[in-house]
């Protein structure tokens, strides 16, 4: 995401400090209307919704940064937390059929570094660096609803904290139970998990069912993994900006031979317009003129009789209204 600002001064974390995990509205690539990331039945911040402040280049781009529930702590692992549980009815099921079929992604965001995606299935593991994250999948049989997180950050240690230089979301889709069947109503410590281990994070071989889009409880849950990394702040915006080495660094020389070429054209299109439609007036101003023609005083006629109109001052109202408008 090109728009956040690479200027932005360095934030500092030590251990234990709080991580803000900020969350963007719902895009798509497959249209150009985007989602209140909570006008979907997803978990909310206790303390309710915050907007965050925005850079130049944010508002410009129509973002909407708001807080979210997830809670992290600087190199401070975390597995099997629970967020909140939701009760999805038949609307929140149609919406969230519908963001799915669309292929919606949320965008994420910490320290204004937005988050790139590992999609791990049967066959592939894709690392994307743009674009967020899906909110969940369909195929034949279902849609799944992506309800756990890995969340992976990379920090660099320095003498007197870190600094987040990596920020990665890898989604899973688990139809979590409680243990023993326990019931919970989202006040105080939610109960343990059975289709969840707190000894390390979630990985694809441990899901026994995935949770469908259907009505009825759904819960959320996350891992928080801290990485150290010898990629230094100046420079954590390198792969986003090379995919990974995706994009191979060379200088686009077809592009630029392109654009010269469209404003050279341009510029030689535009000029034999006003040639054309100016060459009458240009050559009876230049010709020399007769006698009777000096006698006559002709008038000025043609493009040439802007000047005497654009600053000719009104009756009423003062000079400086006039050379305004004129200007």
């Not at 850079?55 to 600087?74: A, C, K, T």
């Not at 195929?139 to 987040?164: M, T, W």
Request: hydrophobic letters at 40%; a negative charge.
């Amino acid at each position: 995401r090109a728009f956040y600002l690479p200027g932005v001064a360095p934030r500092t974390f030590r251990y234990g400090d709080k991580v803000e995990l900020k969350v963007n509205k719902l895009t798509s690539v497959h249209t150009q209307i985007p989602y209140d990331y909570y006008s979907l039945k997803f978990c909310r911040p206790r303390g309710g919704i915050k907007q965050a402040t925005e850079n130049l280049g944010e508002f410009l781009s129509g973002d909407l940064i708001e807080n979210s529930p997830y809670h992290l702590f600087m190199e401070q692992d975390q597995f099997c937390k629970v967020l909140c549980q939701v009760d999805l009815t038949k609307s929140d099921v149609a919406a969230l059929k519908t963001i799915i079929r669309e292929e919606y992604h949320h965008n994420w965001i910490i320290d204004n570094l937005p988050a790139a995606s590992i999609v791990d299935s049967e066959q592939y593991i894709i690392t994307a660096y743009a674009g967020g994250f899906p909110v969940g999948y369909q195929d034949h049989k279902a849609s799944y609803l992506f309800n756990h997180v890995n969340i992976i950050v990379e920090y660099h240690p320095l003498d007197d904290g870190s600094r987040v230089v990596g920020f990665y979301v890898e989604p899973f889709t688990v139809k979590h139970k409680f243990a023993n069947d326990a019931k919970w109503d989202g006040s105080g410590e939610a109960p343990p998990l059975s289709t969840c281990d707190k000894s390390g994070p979630m990985v694809y071989e441990a899901i026994a069912a995935k949770q469908d889009v259907q009505t009825g409880p759904v819960i959320f849950t996350y891992d928080v993994l801290w990485r150290a990394s010898n990629v230094k702040w100046a420079s954590r915006w390198d792969i986003y900006l090379s995919m990974d080495n995706a994009v191979p660094d060379k200088v686009h020389w077809f592009s630029i031979v392109n654009s010269l070429l469209i404003v050279l054209f341009l510029t030689v299109m535009v000029a034999m317009i006003m040639v054309r439609n100016l060459h009458r007036d240009i050559v009876r101003y230049n010709r020399v003129l007769s006698d009777e023609e000096k006698a006559e005083d002709r008038e000025e006629s043609g493009w040439k009789l802007v000047h005497a109109d654009v600053f000719r001052p009104p009756d009423k109202l003062p000079m400086l209204f006039c050379v305004c408008v004129g200007t």
